[in-house]
């Protein structure tokens, strides 16, 4: 996959625009501060279930960690192939 497809899906996720995104990867952050200063973090990430590493994903109480959590299972959906349009839950 590319790129570009997983700037998309982390754009969809936090509401970073892409010069943004590079900002804060230029910056280093830590996921606590990217998760933090997100601009708006979706509402339809709510939709994002199953498992990651064992544990579900809408099970896990501390919030940042779910947050983590949230990214790694959109990601995990992206190189297991499916489309753009189910992983973004359109």
Known sequence: RTKAEVDEIIGWLTGYSQEML???LAKNASFETFFVQAPRMNPSRS???GVICGIRVEDIQEP?????????KLIDELAMGRTMTKILRN
């Open 22 to 24: 590079e900002d804060q």
């Open 47 to 49: 939709l994002i279930t």
């Open 64 to 72: 940042l960690m779910q947050e983590i959590r949230y990214l790694d």
